[in-house]
């Protein structure tokens, strides 16, 4: 089937049954993208799909073919970070970073849609996401940094 | 509100560089355990017991062995059966016969989850395939799931061979109980006879989980010359290379330990548990084998923190003086022997100067999983009974319980109720920062919007820190940067801190330490992240390496300009002569020199330094609670902390954040839920509800600093004692509220409502 991941056509044979986050991992390499739970409910497997924060964990990979596909690996600017992925960096926005590529991408797309959010709208869109080594509050800051407001600290 | 640290003491220490691993985390490119990919590489799959407690009275494999991809099938046969060796872990001790039957288990299934059997294949989905082919004969046995249980007399016995211990003498017949000790100072009924106020309560805490997100994960290859090498998330390389290899029955040095990044540990990921199953996988099949835990088994089969039934009795006089205090601290271990009862015995009055005091602690076996560390093991749960009890004396008392905790607070002299003299510490300022702070001076408005309640608590807990065993090596670079060598594993940006006290000790930016995290074979012998002791450890070892170098380019210098080395002086940076000041030159001018004047720079140290310092915390905690639905948020919270000496401030109030983080999910919402057979019912991240960004206030840290004599810095551990006074702060908090004692956890709207509805 066809797949466009991180600007990338790909041409990718695979079961339907699938996930997307088993293709991304396993046939394409891209490793930034984590399995936490596996039901979508800890938010680490989220990638872009036509810019809306998606659980590829439990994305069947035929849903996910010919639309655009972002991964934490293709949210760069070419040799530019993204600003949220400067700002996580600057403001210690984790500890273990392991839910940190879900994170950032679902506030890549909240700062997207909404240049300059609330706390209560920052917090809302990250509800999904589980940072058990409990890093919410430098998130805020992080993303609050990276939006519109600019380092609102 | 942050506060100000050592600033001006020191260049590099006290300030808050960018992590050296920052941008590899941001930008997927750190490489976790589950991320590893290897020539010919298998995939894994474990069965595992749908039954609490069976015995398995047979396996047939052929099926599985028969379906096409499916390269082996392994049994608890296919294990070579460890010795009986008790070993300590740094955070917790197992017994290898013990570790390896909870890799595989021989013939009974003692919890949900336990493996049973384990297939490689040659992708995923066949090696799934084949465990479900798999048919395991069971004889289902009747479970025993809380300690009270299994203590009584005609209890289901877990473990057959079990020599249980009581006070020293062994116990006739089967038991659960694994062990009884007993720590007892003064005389507590003369001292409960001079007081005229005893409070004593009962408590049961549910078992709950760590909930790192990553899930447990190994790759191994087995070769032809019997060497084996493991790829795998741990806590510690080598306590995972001495577990692999006691389980394997190998020589250590015939294990290696590569360890890629961690995705969050607290404790669980100090035991192996999919290690020693991949190493024989791939003995079998002579291709390295991949095996990765899902959700689901990471709950019902990783190692949770001990439900417990404890009791505390206190007595003070009238004036507030503690005059004597016992504990009974019954503590489940899980499957097997080793809870963290004797962690929480040493903690649960050591806030305090008490003359008189007796505590019991009892480990025992029930059919759950077996228990593992989870950040300063067992003394959240002690001090969730002692700082109610205390709660109420304060009360009683009409004594405001700060000035309490101050009057009564343990200092250096003080006994601990275990035997230890405390050192320097800083009880008596971590309760002194939390009377100065803007939180506690701030009144609450006791009524909250829409009927809602809102209370106020306070408690403070105590963590002893761990030292044990550390190596670094520092290697000086020609351009005078230094790559720095550790084999702490770095679960939250210990990269930095240790980076830092080589470059405070250099006279050199942090940045300009390159730290790297090596494998079993690239450094010397290092114990586990954990216990509190990396940034005190390691960072003591750093320290030491980075002296190392500074007399070996002391020694350079004087090659250099041709004089003794005693006539060279090192400050601030610069290498110069005493005598003549035109001789001089920076670290880097140094570094540069290096090829003309002997070759590299290596420094080395190794440590294993007694001085861990304890650590005091005290927290506030603001609530607001619906009556009509029992729920509770969680309005305001400020931790206080002493930290010894702050490295890198962010990381520490990070660690203080997420402790309570956890601490408040541990008190309102988290337990393991078993149903009638024994079974967890509750093991996805669905049903066992951890705090998300909704549930959680900002916290507020307030570091204290009182430097520990016992560290070239000052450091004390950190990481662990920001969790244990905190289900017990929640707990206080919800009596301030609604006037209930909650003497169970979880405290979720399920129990408030029932106590509001018992109180009417």
Redesign the interface.
């Known amino acids: 089937m066809h797949l466009k991941v991180n600007d990338e056509s790909l041409e990718v044979a695979v079961d339907a049954e699938r996930t997307l986050l088993s293709v991304l991992?396993h046939e394409l390499?891209?490793?930034?993208?984590?399995?936490?739970?596996?039901?979508g409910?800890?938010g680490?497997c989220t990638v872009l799909i036509d810019g809306e924060a998606t659980r590829s964990c439990i994305t069947p990979v035929t849903s996910a073919g010919g639309r655009e596909i972002t991964?934490?690996?293709g949210l760069?600017n070419g040799d530019e970070?993204h600003p949220v992925?400067?700002a996580?960096?600057?403001h210690?926005a984790?500890?273990?970073?392991?839910?940190?590529?879900g994170f950032?991408m679902s506030s890549a797309a909240l700062l997207d849609r909404n240049p300059s959010p609330s706390d209560a709208q920052?917090?809302?869109a990250?509800?999904?996401?589980?940072?058990?080594?409990?890093?919410?509050?430098?998130?805020?800051k992080a993303v609050k940094s990276a939006s519109g407001e600019g380092g609102a600290e | 509100m942050t506060t100000e640290t050592t600033k001006g003491k020191y260049n590099v220490i006290g300030t808050r560089p960018i992590r050296h691993d920052g941008y590899d985390k941001v930008t997927g490119r750190a490489i976790y355990g589950a991320d590893i990919k290897l020539p010919a590489l298998l995939q894994g799959a474990v069965l595992r017991s749908p039954h609490a407690h069976a015995r398995i009275k047979s396996i047939d494999t052929s099926a599985a062995k028969a379906l096409p991809g499916v390269s082996a099938v392994i049994t608890s046969a296919d294990f070579p059966g460890a010795h009986d060796t008790l070993i300590d872990l740094g955070e917790g001790a197992i017994n290898f016969r013990y570790a390896s039957n909870n890799v595989m288990a021989g013939d009974k299934v003692l919890y949900k989850g336990h493996p049973v059997a384990a297939v490689a294949a040659l992708d995923k989905n066949t090696a799934l395939e084949a465990a479900a082919l798999i048919k395991v004969d069971y004889e289902v046995l009747k479970p025993v799931s809380t300690v009270m249980e299994a203590l009584k007399p005609g209890a289901p016995i877990v473990l057959e061979d079990l020599e249980g211990q009581d006070l020293g003498e062994k116990i006739d017949g089967q038991t659960n109980q694994a062990n009884h000790i007993r720590h007892e100072f003064g005389d507590v009924e003369k001292g409960f006879a001079e007081a005229d106020i005893v409070i004593e309560h009962e408590f049961d805490t549910a078992m709950v989980h760590q909930g790192y997100i990553e899930p447990h994960n190994a790759t191994a290859t087995w070769d032809e010359e019997g060497r084996v090498t493991i790829w795998t998330s741990t806590q510690g390389s080598f306590p995972t290379r001495r577990q692999t290899a006691g389980i394997l029955r190998l020589p250590d040095s015939s294990v290696k330990v590569i360890p890629l990044e961690i995705g969050g540990g607290f404790g669980g990921k100090i035991p192996s548990y999919l290690e020693p199953v991949a190493a024989i996988l791939s003995r079998e099949t002579g291709r390295p084998v991949k095996l990765l835990m899902e959700r689901t088994s990471v709950f019902e089969s990783t190692g949770p923190t001990p439900g417990t039934w404890m009791s505390a009795k206190v007595g003070v006089k009238n004036d507030g003086t503690i005059t004597a205090a016992t504990a009974d601290l019954r503590f489940d271990a899980g499957a097997y022997p080793g809870s963290p009862v004797g962690a929480g015995m040493m903690c649960v009055f050591s806030c305090y100067d008490i003359p008189n005091t007796r505590i019991d602690g009892y480990d025992v076996v029930v059919n759950k999983p077996k228990t593992a560390a989870y950040r300063a093991p067992g003394a959240t749960q002690a001090a969730y009974a002692m700082e109610t009890v205390v709660d109420e004396i304060c009360q009683k008392l009409g004594m405001d319980p700060l000035e309490f905790r101050i009057k009564n607070a343990a200092k250096e002299g003080t006994r601990r109720a275990d035997g230890p003299i405390h050192p320097i510490i800083g009880a008596v300022e971590t309760h002194e920062a939390a009377k100065a702070s803007d939180h506690w001076n701030t009144p609450l408005e006791k009524n909250g919007s829409d009927g809602k309640l809102r209370g106020r608590g306070v408690a403070s807990g105590y963590w002893f820190n761990i030292g044990l065993k550390s190596a670094v090596t520092i290697s000086v670079n020609e351009d005078g940067t230094v790559a720095l060598t550790e084999g702490s594993t770095d679960i939250g940006g210990s990269r930095a801190s240790i980076a830092m006290m080589a470059a405070e000790v250099l006279g050199i930016p942090a940045e300009e330490v390159r730290p790297h995290v090596a494998d079993s074979e690239g450094i010397g012998y290092t114990d586990v992240t954990g216990g509190s002791r990396t940034t005190y450890a390691t960072g003591y070892a750093a320290h030491d390496a980075a002296q190392d170098v500074v007399v070996q380019l002391r020694e350079r210098a004087a090659k250099l300009w041709d004089v003794e080395v005693d006539e060279i002086e090192f400050a601030n940076g610069s290498y110069q002569s005493k005598s003549d000041p035109e001789l001089r030159l920076s670290h880097k001018e140094l570094a540069s020199k290096l090829g003309s004047t002997g070759g590299p720079v290596i420094g080395s140290a190794s440590v294993d330094p007694e001085g861990a310092g304890g650590a005091y915390s005290t927290q506030i905690c603001d609530i607001e609670i619906d009556p009509e639905t029992g729920k509770t948020d969680v309005i305001r919270y400020t931790i206080v902390q002493d930290v010894g000496t702050a490295i890198h401030p962010s990381y520490v109030e990070g660690q203080m954040q997420g402790a309570v983080a956890q601490c408040i999910g541990w008190a309102l919402n988290e337990e393991y839920f078993l149903n009638d057979d024994g079974a967890m019912v509750n093991s996805s991240f669905l049903d066992y509800r951890m705090p998300t960004s909704l549930d959680l206030p900002e916290i507020e840290t307030i570091i204290v600093e009182v430097p520990n004599p016992g560290h070239p810095f000052g450091v004390r551990g950190v990481g662990e004692v920001p969790i244990v006074p905190g289900v017990a702060t929640v707990a206080n908090a919800i009596h301030d509220a609604l006037g209930i004692r909650l003497r169970t956890t979880p405290m979720n709207a399920g129990s408030i409502l029932a106590a509001l509805k018992a109180k009417k």
């Open positions: 991992r390499g891209l490793m930034g993208t984590k399995y936490g739970c596996g039901e409910n800890c680490a991964t934490i690996e760069a970070l992925q400067e996580f960096v600057e210690t984790f500890q273990c970073a392991y839910c940190t590529s950032i920052i917090q809302s990250l509800s999904g996401h589980i940072c058990r080594c409990g890093a919410y509050g430098r998130i805020l």
